[in-house]
């Protein structure tokens, strides 16, 4: 592994760090969906740092960064964009909306429509937008950080599971500890934002997300995912399990941390580290809570049992 390539990561996460004050683990995840051409759920209370962290990723890259925020009157083409006609040209015109950034903030989709939140699948899945018979590629990077409130539901969508199953990691920021709060309420973090510098381009993510796809998994890690997954399908608690898209997501998640950690191979631990955030929002309890505050963290207890069970690969 070139050190080239470890030193760039940590200027990264130090660049992000700087601003997210205290949360080196939530930015070392975010940076992982990133390498792995993924996107990232956040799902935590207002007021922890879940836009801030989308900022920071995108001012530390120097790529265009746009926040859409979600309400119920949020229409498809407020999004992707939208035809018009130029009299002058007598044709019509296609104006991109603000999908067509490298870095996009979908700040409280839940608050939207079914309808509108089904316009960000194919730009999550495919990287293009089709549009009156015309598609339109995306820029790359591209990279959809999206937010919710898991204990607020007045008013609120739930995401269906194809749109849940978009997302590579689903994380929490959570509160900050005692120590940090301290630092954050003197000042830590808060004009930082506007001060930062990119310290890589586009062109440097795309060779890393290259080199993170180059990551080598050997067939007994294969195999570990393989029957992490099958366990999901038949856990008596789950009423569906884990798709073949979810085990995807998980060896790519865990390829990506490899190379965060500047080795050119998995190991058990990548897996074992990465299968909570990247498979227990994929599945779905057969006993239904009173909110998804509690499905999610039943469901993450579940995914935590699966890994005490599944033997780790010597």
């Known amino acids: 592994m070139d050190s080239s390539t470890v030193a760039s990561i940590r200027q990264l996460e130090e660049s992000v760090e700087r601003v997210l004050v205290g949360k080196p683990d939530v930015v070392r995840l975010a940076i992982v969906a990133l390498l792995a051409r993924g996107h990232l759920l956040i799902e935590d209370v207002p007021g922890v740092g879940k836009t801030t962290l989308a900022q920071a990723l995108a001012r530390s890259l120097g790529l265009a960064f746009q926040r859409i925020q979600f309400t119920s009157d949020l229409l498809p083409s407020d999004i992707l964009g939208v ?67 898991p204990l607020e539901y007045q008013g609120t969508h739930p995401l269906p599971e194809s749109q849940m199953d978009r997302f590579l990691l689903r994380i929490r920021v959570g509160y900050p500890d005692e120590a940090h709060e301290r630092l954050i309420l003197r000042g830590a973090g808060a004009a930082t934002l506007e001060r930062l510098r990119p310290v890589l381009d586009a062109d440097a993510v795309l ?106 690969p010597r």
Not at 93 to 113: K, S, V, Y
Not at 217 to 225: A, D, I, P, R, T
Not at 299 to 312: D, F, H, S, T, Y
């Open 83 to 149: 035809s018009v006609f130029d009299p002058r040209k007598t044709e019509f015109e296609f104006r991109p909306g603000p999908i067509f950034a490298n870095i996009i903030l979908a700040d409280e989709i839940n608050r939207t429509t079914p309808k509108t939140q089904s316009s960000l699948l194919e730009a999550m899945n495919e990287g293009q937008v089709s549009l009156d018979h015309h598609t339109h590629r995306l820029p790359l990077p591209f990279m959809v950080l999206a937010t919710q409130n």
């Open 207 to 312: 060779a890393l997300q290259a080199q993170a796809e180059a990551v080598k998994v050997e067939e007994s890690l294969l195999g570990y995912v393989m029957a992490i997954v099958q366990a999901t399908r038949v856990h008596g608690a789950l009423a569906l399990g884990v798709s073949p898209r979810g085990s995807l997501a998980l060896v790519q998640a865990a390829r990506a941390l490899a190379l965060t950690e500047g080795r050119a191979y998995c190991l058990p631990d990548d897996i074992k580290q990465l299968a909570v955030p990247a498979l227990a929002h994929r599945v779905i309890l057969r006993t239904r809570w009173e909110g998804a505050g509690g499905q999610s963290v039943d469901a993450e207890r579940v995914i935590r049992e699966i890994l005490q069970e599944v033997p780790v």
